[in-house]
């Protein structure tokens, strides 16, 4: 069996919402993605309050775990700002 995996790394915006993080709720959207995706496991590494460095910092870290058959979800504060800007302007 595959064992593929989801990787989240970002800010808020991919936070789960339960404090507890071994809490996932099946209706979280990347939780849920990964299922879709057929992941057998989920690994998220968001954290609020972070900019892009820190982000790319923890990305640095797990790079090694991270195979190519995985799924790598990467949010980050620039692309916020330009979809803001392409919908509001």
Partial sequence: MNKRKIWIFGDSYGTHLANDKLKITPWYWAYSLGKRLGCTEYKN??????????????????????????????????TKGVQNDLIYK
């Fill in 45 to 78: 590494f968001s954290q609020w309050g972070v900019g892009n460095d820190f982000i790319h910092y923890v990305i640095d870290l797990h790079s090694e775990e991270i195979s190519p058959e995985d799924y790598t979800l990467v949010e980050d504060l620039y």
